[in-house]
């Protein structure tokens, strides 16, 4: 209630009014708009969460425990690049490399983790087994060694000296590491396959089965342990065990050459090449870098007479077992030795030297060794020098720099640790002429160890009945080098004798 007279209206001019609702309709465009924007927000892609490693290592567990060890160890990888710091990762994942033959890899990847953790006994003992793996059975022992010292509770560390033991022929001390790691666990499944090669190698092939078995009972779905069994049964006799091993390893890794390629050589040797060439061929288009696939297929159209064929199987077989034999080289050292003296290994001081790996990540098949002065003295300071080597043809420059002249009577000499000629002597350089103290040299390793004998003097012996001797000389004689009384050979050389008269 007003107190007083009302205010008059007043009238509302139109352009006020036009004014009015234009803010109006601004007003209610501008809330509509806010109360939408939540909602449209809603509709916008968000970043994708960052995948934590430990879940690629739970993969990877998962894949290992169903035996495929090739997603396996990408899951590893995946969760190496994630976090490359931890043991969780690189020591399982060195393992699984060196059982799937990448031991040059495995190698790396198993020193990297000691240097993290010098003190860990587990790492210590996986590096034990892959440098067995890759052919270096003292650095093994030394590493298996290391590990037990740290801790001598652990099984594992036990069982891969063992292994490495039997590799070096101390079959006592490989017995009674054995021994030692089935008490400490039984569970292992390491453990119990170590025990198993042990015995093997020993000739016990009813008790390496026994061991091989345990280890099945623990992981049923490796195929190298199927593969195990099968051998030991073969060497026993029971053909058809045997068959239902290899078959067995076939159906839980279907892309393992090695098993096909035991069911084909088991067909061959039991005089039945039809069969045989059936799974090599199998084994060859699962593995196309698998030597001994190609070697046997090539022995099945041998015994046909079928030498058109049996001659370029026999060359891959002879290359790629040749290519692995190079892929062996662990070091490069370089000593000083008497010019007068027969080199047959690096005895003498060692003055530098270098350790092997890939080249680079996307070429696992070229080699490559920083070479860096051993000695402390003042002479050696500035010394310097590499080492690459092309494991597909033998090809391999060693370069150094800065070295101390040496006395009149003595030479520099290059040697690889973990590649042999084919009469088993340590590769070397022979003596090394350097020109202003350095060199850039090339050589050449095309015969190494590696091809078995067998392979060498049937090709050459293909070869004569190819009418092509002088394609099969050098193959006789590189057979006579692995065996100075390899017959075939011999006969071979006396064949292409009497052809030549």
């Known amino acids: 209630m007003y107190l007083g007279s009302r205010p008059k209206k007043r009238r509302s001019s139109p352009w006020r009014v036009l004014t009015l609702l234009v803010l109006i309709g601004i007003g209610v465009y501008v809330l509509i708009q806010v109360?939408?924007?939540?909602?449209?927000?809603?509709?916008?892609?968000?970043?994708?969460?960052?995948?934590?490693?430990?879940?690629?290592?739970?993969?990877?567990?998962?894949?290992?425990?169903?035996?495929?060890?090739?997603?396996?160890?990408?899951?590893?990888?995946?969760?190496?690049?994630?976090?490359?710091?931890?043991?969780?990762?690189?020591?399982?994942?060195?393992?699984?490399?060196?059982?799937?033959?990448?031991?040059?890899?495995?190698?790396?990847?198993?020193?990297?983790?000691?240097?993290?953790?010098?003190?860990?006994?587990?790492?210590?003992?996986?590096?034990?087994?892959?440098?067995?793996?890759?052919?270096?059975?003292?650095?093994?022992?030394?590493?298996?060694?290391?590990?037990?010292?740290?801790?001598?509770d652990c099984a594992d560390a036990h069982g891969y000296l063992a292994e490495a033991y039997a590799d070096a022929g101390r079959w006592a001390d490989a017995r009674e590491s054995a021994k030692t790691a089935v008490e400490l666990d039984s569970g292992s499944v390491d453990v119990q396959r170590n025990y198993?090669?042990?015995?093997?190698?020993?000739?016990?092939?009813?008790?390496?089965?026994?061991?091989?078995?345990?280890?099945?009972?623990?992981?049923?779905?490796?195929?190298?342990?199927?593969?195990?069994?099968?051998?030991?049964?073969?060497?026993?006799?029971?053909?058809?065990?045997?068959?239902?091993?290899?078959?067995?390893?076939?159906?839980?890794?279907?892309?393992?050459?090695?098993?096909?390629?035991?069911?084909?050589?088991?067909?061959?040797?039991?005089?039945?090449?039809?069969?045989?060439?059936?799974?090599?061929?199998?084994?060859?288009?699962?593995?196309?870098?698998?030597?001994?696939?190609?070697?046997?297929?090539?022995?099945?159209?041998?015994?046909?007479?079928?030498?058109?064929?049996?001659?370029?199987?026999?060359?891959?077989?002879?290359?790629?077992?040749?290519?692995?034999?190079?892929?062996?080289?662990?070091?490069?050292?370089?000593?000083?030795?008497?010019?007068?003296?027969?080199?047959?290994?690096?005895?003498?001081?060692?003055?530098?030297?270098?350790?092997?790996?890939?080249?680079?990540?996307?070429?696992?098949?070229?080699?490559?060794?920083?070479?860096?002065?051993?000695?402390t003295e003042d002479a050696w300071e500035g010394a310097q020098g590499s080492v690459t080597l092309d494991t597909r043809t033998g090809v391999y420059t060693v370069t150094l720099e800065e070295m101390p002249e040496t006395r009149y009577d003595q030479a520099y000499v290059g040697w690889f640790e973990g590649v042999y000629t084919l009469s088993g002597d340590p590769l070397n350089t022979g003596q090394l002429s350097l020109e202003n103290r350095g060199l850039e040299a090339t050589f050449d390793a095309t015969w190494v160890q590696g091809p078995r004998v067998d392979y060498l003097y049937t090709l050459g012996l293909a070869h004569f009945y190819m009418d092509e001797c002088e394609k099969a000389y050098p193959l006789f004689e590189a057979a006579l080098q692995i065996d100075p009384e390899a017959q075939n050979a011999l006969q071979g050389i006396r064949l292409c004798d009497g052809a030549g008269q």
């Open 35 to 152: 109360r939408q924007e939540p909602e449209e927000q809603v509709l916008i892609p968000t970043v994708t969460p960052t995948r934590l490693a430990h879940s690629y290592v739970d993969e990877a567990e998962d894949f290992y425990s169903r035996g495929d060890l090739e997603k396996a160890i990408a899951a590893y990888e995946q969760a190496l690049e994630m976090d490359r710091g931890t043991l969780e990762v690189a020591v399982p994942l060195a393992r699984l490399l060196a059982l799937e033959g990448r031991t040059i890899e495995a190698v790396k990847l198993a020193e990297r983790a000691v240097e993290r953790a010098p003190e860990n006994a587990q790492a210590w003992a996986v590096l034990g087994m892959v440098y067995d793996w890759h052919g270096g059975v003292d650095e093994a022992l030394e590493a298996c060694q290391r590990a037990v010292e740290l801790d001598p």
């Open 196 to 375: 198993g090669y042990v015995m093997e190698l020993q000739g016990q092939y009813r008790e390496a089965l026994r061991g091989y078995e345990e280890a099945l009972a623990i992981h049923p779905n490796l195929a190298h342990l199927h593969i195990a069994v099968g051998n030991n049964h073969l060497a026993l006799g029971d053909f058809g065990a045997a068959m239902e091993s290899f078959e067995r390893a076939v159906e839980v890794d279907p892309n393992n050459a090695e098993a096909y390629y035991r069911i084909g050589r088991a067909h061959y040797e039991r005089g039945e090449p039809a069969k045989a060439q059936e799974y090599l061929e199998q084994a060859a288009e699962a593995d196309p870098q698998f030597g001994p696939a190609f070697g046997y297929l090539a022995f099945t159209h041998w015994n046909r007479r079928n030498y058109e064929e049996a001659i370029p199987n026999l060359e891959r077989a002879i290359r790629l077992e040749s290519v692995a034999g190079r892929k062996r080289a662990r070091d490069f050292v370089v000593t000083i030795e008497d010019g007068g003296g027969q080199l047959t290994g690096p005895w003498s001081s060692v003055v530098m030297a270098g350790d092997f790996g890939p080249a680079a990540e996307e070429d696992s098949d070229t080699l490559r060794a920083q070479l860096r002065p051993v000695a």
